[in-house]
């Protein structure tokens, strides 16, 4: 089982930061790696709600479907996919000094292909995407707190 633990610090407060990470509309402004966010039928938030999410890894492109499992707003939000890839990952935000420490962690069971790949290679490619994810959301704040990106509410 590949393990990914990231974590940065954002700044803005805790509340507008997971307003942006529970909100599929925004992931493809900062989320590395994908290619489409689409809501599935069902809830649009919270415990219940499903995406489909298109990304590439590896060269190629991956499909699965999100499932939200748990949702504590603003601090915990936590999804799983069951398809290429098994995986359980997580959102966990807290305040720190004037911003807000972000952390994600994720667990993945890879299907034999990914597996052959390897594990760890496949561990530190996601792991660089989220990092790159965090440094794109922590960004997005800057942006948004000089004047010079889009709004965030």
């Known amino acids: 089982m590949a393990h990914v633990d990231e974590s940065a610090i954002v700044p803005a407060p805790v509340e507008q930061v997971f307003a942006v990470i529970a909100d599929y509309r925004r992931a493809l402004e900062w989320m590395e790696g994908f290619t489409a966010f689409d809501l599935l039928p069902g ?60 952390r994600f962690t994720g667990d993945y069971s890879l299907p034999l292909a990914l597996r052959i790949a390897g594990e760890r290679a496949f561990q530190e490619i996601v792991s660089a995407h989220i990092r790159r994810s965090l440094a794109n959301l922590r960004r997005l704040f800057e942006e948004s707190a000089a004047g010079t990106g889009k709004v965030l509410e």
């Open 43 to 102: 809830p649009e938030r919270g415990i219940g709600a499903r995406v489909r999410a298109v990304g590439s890894l590896l060269g190629l492109t991956m499909e699965s479907e999100l499932e939200i499992v748990a949702y504590h707003p603003p601090h915990r939000l936590v999804s799983r996919s069951v398809r290429p890839v098994r995986s359980e990952t997580a959102w966990e935000l807290e305040p720190a000094g004037e911003g807000t420490r972000v």
